[in-house]
């Protein structure tokens, strides 16, 4: 891109009170505004705009308004080249001697989180801006929703937009799939996050270039438009996330199912000889032989393609060769507790039935050159087939509603969730117009219509907008579950669930995974994982298969699901099956029903996420930020190799074959004293926090899994069971969830007087607006006996189907256990691996 940089360097106040202030420039031959706004007492808004250079007209996230109680808490100094505000957590302060400069620091710091580039902050250049900010090389900088790995981004260079990177390279490729303009700066005395509120494409130089006068910095860039900007500072990074969350949203909650194995697979929706849907039960067969639990499965677009030729996507529109009778093979399907997700994709090609109707209505992008539908390349059926067509455009009433009908055409068959997919919108061409009308009617706008002032993810979000409020308002009294494949701020408003696209199959690649969930978390998309054994490339071999579902069973999405591209059939592809090395059924079966057995402490920490903005997937040093370590060292800054899955279990890895020793770092808590850590695999030894550690991990077994001492997780049946709050289950011969568990890790002697306490959280899995209840745990011990209780929410709560609550100690554990509550405790004996398991009779309280 040209860089055409105009630098206005004389302003004067226009305006201001006691939270606000704004600025004007008129030296560079136009008028140029600048302002800064408190927001919340950790919350700041910046904006920076021209006569030509407009705010874009939609922001990815709804502009926050100030409370006047927050106004009159604001201290405020004025003088005639700057402006101080005082808040109850943060000091900031503007400067325009030249060039705004704004400093953002936590308050009784010594030195600012944030504050601009001297003399080349806010600049004008060509049809967008720039915006300089110094830059700390010692700091972490996370976030940006799945940008290649490492997790820390400092010294590296992003685009900012989104593409279908079909088998991209988990360290290199940029961008991907994601449009999410969110930069956090780490460290340990605070953080800041920058983000940017437009959806133009851009690029994050974070401190990536080196300038001999500049010296160090960090730049955004935005191709179009003028900058609207927010600061949030925090003390750790789960302040900022959360009150990020306060102002994007917070993540919405999928329904229960959505957090089992979800299997799929390209091939068997193309299936004509046998039929998709016989290959599709006779993969469901295969799962009940194996004792596979299984909770969705993802329908790729084969259903949808068309009968005749030219046999490619008609998106709403089934085979009906390949599926005779859709509504009776989605019951026989939900018979087996088994939910459905259609693939749908925002495009249509030149043979779709509906294309003439949605041109005529102005529903596709329009070329200004041609004022013509603008048309481009499109994937159109298998492997590199591809034909032209357009994407359809979602400003346009007609369209929004032409697929929202479309979606719930599927609910109305039976299909329960949508899974939007190839959205990224890579449209070839910024000046492609868009309809803006509503009811046949033009939206007035002064605001230019083209698509790289609005951004091409604007249409992502409105994509899942739309999928979102058809499944909504059909079935109103249900959580709608949309998957996405792209995402933006404004996307998890309505989308639910998303994943890393389509990554190739590689031991690094796995390992490479773990640092785009940690930062996919950090950026609020926490339903979040991968395609087990990657989507694209050589089909994994057993040990990497084995130990990249060992690791996904512990992310909050778990999903097998590839189109491998195959010379022997490429419509086709390979597909990845459980089954696939009969060597290691027993161990495949073994790792995903240990993922229904920790379903209840996974989709708690869901329902975390949904209330707190707190991520499932954490970085080593969440709660953690005392510890040196954790800021010093290069392994655990890149955030490929652990990370904590919730607040109890700190999950490792194998990432390379044939090695059966993995290197953890076992983070020091703030605690007066800290009790450290256990290996929760044999031969379940006790671990000094503060400390790297070497622990057996034979592929064949598990990988490295050490909980907290002092905490609990709940657990449940190792098979599939119903969702608490379905009213009327199609399969009658699921089991209830009327079982729980938990699993406690006291330390190995005396607790010397402290008493833990663990909380999870239930509801019915299913219902919009669910109530949600906290469960809390709570135990001491001594060297002969551990005391136990428990304690479930007051007032108006979610009663789960279970009555009574089994202990469950680590093999080797031999204590008594006793109830501190006047409700029995009785003694079970030892499980199948050697736990010895106690019972709360909670039933005869």
């Known amino acids: 891109m040209p860089q055409l940089e105009t630098i206005p360097l004389a302003y004067s106040k226009a305006e201001s009170d006691g939270c606000s202030v704004k600025l004007e420039s008129q030296d560079t031959g136009t008028r140029v505004n600048f302002s800064f706004e408190c ?61 705004p400069i704004v400093s953002v620091s936590l308050k009784g710091a010594s030195v600012p989180l944030h504050r601009d580039l001297d003399d080349r902050s806010y600049v004008l250049d060509g049809n ?61 005395e605070g953080c800041v996050a920058i983000f940017s509120a437009s959806y133009s494409r851009g690029s994050w130089s974070v401190g990536a270039e080196i300038d001999g006068l500049w010296g160090h910095f960090k730049t955004y860039r935005q191709d179009y438009g003028g900058l609207e900007e927010y600061l949030i ?62 909770s969705a499965h993802q329908m790729s677009s084969g259903y949808s393609i068309a009968e005749q030729e030219p046999k490619v996507r008609n998106v709403f529109n089934w085979n009906y060769h390949r599926f005779p009778d859709p509504e009776a093979w989605i019951k026989s399907y939900h018979e087996r507790g088994i939910r459905l997700l259609a693939n749908i994709k925002p495009f249509i090609l030149y043979s779709h039935p509906d294309y003439k109707r949605l041109k005529e209505a102005k529903g596709l992008f329009i070329d200004p050159r041609t004022k013509d539908v603008a048309t481009m390349k499109l994937w159109s059926a298998g492997g590199g087939e591809s034909g032209l067509g357009s994407h359809v455009d979602f400003t346009n009433s007609e369209t929004f509603d032409w697929w929202y009908k479309g979606v719930q055409l599927l609910k109305s068959q039976g299909i329960d969730g949508m899974w939007n997919d190839n959205n990224e919108y890579t449209l070839p061409n910024d000046l492609w117009q868009m309809t803006l009308s509503k009811d046949g009617k033009q939206v007035q706008t002064e605001a230019p219509n083209m698509v790289g002032l609005w951004g091409r993810n604007l249409h992502t979000e409105l994509m899942g907008k739309a999928s979102h409020d058809a499944l909504l308002d059909i079935a109103p009294h249900e959580r709608p579950f949309v998957l996405t494949r792209s995402a933006t701020s404004g996307s998890g408003r309505y989308c639910a669930s998303s994943w890393s696209g389509d990554n190739v199959t590689s031991w690094a690649g796995m390992k490479g995974a773990n640092a785009q969930s940690l930062n996919a978390g950090i950026s609020l998309i926490h339903c979040y994982g991968h395609d087990i054994g990657g989507f ?25 699901n590839c189109f491998k591209t195959s010379p022997r059939d490429n419509q086709l592809g390979e597909v990845i099956e459980p089954w696939m090395y009969p060597q290691i059924i027993p161990h495949i079966r073994k790792a995903i029903k240990r993922r229904y057995e920790i379903l209840p402490y996974i989709y708690s920490l869901a329902l975390e996420s949904h209330m707190f903005a ?6 080593t040093g969440w709660d953690h930020e005392m510890d040196p370590e954790v800021w010093s060292n290069k392994l655990v ?81 190792d098979v599939l069971t119903l969702v608490p709050g379905e009213k009327d289950p199609a399969c009658k011969s699921v089991p209830a969830d009327d079982w729980r568990g938990v699993e406690i890790f006291p330390p190995k002697a005396s607790s010397h007087g402290t008493t833990f306490e663990s909380t999870w959280y239930e509801d019915d899995g299913i219902s919009n607006s669910p109530t949600i209840s906290p469960f809390t745990v709570r135990y001491s011990c001594t060297e002969e006996k551990i005391t136990f209780g428990f304690k479930n929410a007051e007032g108006e709560r979610f009663v789960p189907p279970w009555k009574d609550l089994d202990v469950i100690l680590l093999p080797g554990d031999e204590r008594h256990l006793v109830s501190d509550m006047a409700v029995p405790m009785e003694e079970l004996g030892k499980d199948k691996d050697g736990r010895a398991r106690w019972r709360l009779l909670l039933s005869k309280a």
């Open 128 to 188: 967008g801006v720039a915006r300089y900010s110094q830059h700390d090389r010692a700091a972490l900088h996370v976030g940006m929703g799945e940008k290649a790995a490492p997790m820390d981004l400092t010294g590296r260079q992003f685009i900012i937009s989104a593409t279908d990177c079909f088998g991209y390279n988990v360290h290199k490729t940029d961008p991907t799939y994601k449009h999410l303009p969110l930069l956090v700066k780490a460290t340990p």
């Open 39 to 99: 927001i919340r007492p950790n919350i700041f808004r910046t904006t920076f705009t021209s006569e030509t250079h407009p705010i874009p007209p939609h922001p990815s996230i709804v502009r926050p308004s100030r409370d006047a109680s927050f106004s009159e808490t604001v201290k405020s100094e004025e003088s005639s080249k700057s402006q101080t505000f005082e808040t109850a957590e943060a000091f900031a302060t503007v400067e325009w001697s030249k060039a």
């Open 536 to 560: 694209e490339g050589p089909q994994p071999s057993p040990e990497l298969l084995l130990r990249w579902i060992q690791l996904g069973i512990h992310s909050p999405r778990f999903a097998i």
């Open 637 to 717: 800054k890149e955030g490929e190799e652990q990370y904590w899955f919730g607040s109890s279990l700190l999950v490792g890895g194998v990432y390379e074959p044939g090695v059966s020793v993995a290197k953890m770092y076992l983070p020091r808590s703030a605690a007066e004293f800290d009790y450290g850590y256990v290996n929760t695999h044999a031969p379940h030894q006790y671990l000094a926090s503060g400390q790297w550690v070497d622990i057996e991990s034979v592929w064949t077994d598990s990988i490295p899994i050490v909980a907290r001492v002092g905490t609990a997780v709940p657990v449940g049946r």
């Open 233 to 294: 500072v925090g003390k750790t990074l789960k302040d900022v996330v959360r009150s990020y969350a306060e102002i994007a949203g917070f993540p919405l909650l999928a329904p229960k199912w959505a957090f089992g194995y979800i299997s799929g697979g390209y091939r068997y929706t193309m299936g004509d000889t046998p039929q998709a849907y016989i290959q599709l039960n006779e993969f469901a067969d295969k799962l009940a032989e194996h004792d596979i639990p299984c």
């Open 614 to 619: 707190t991520p499932p997937q954490r970085w």
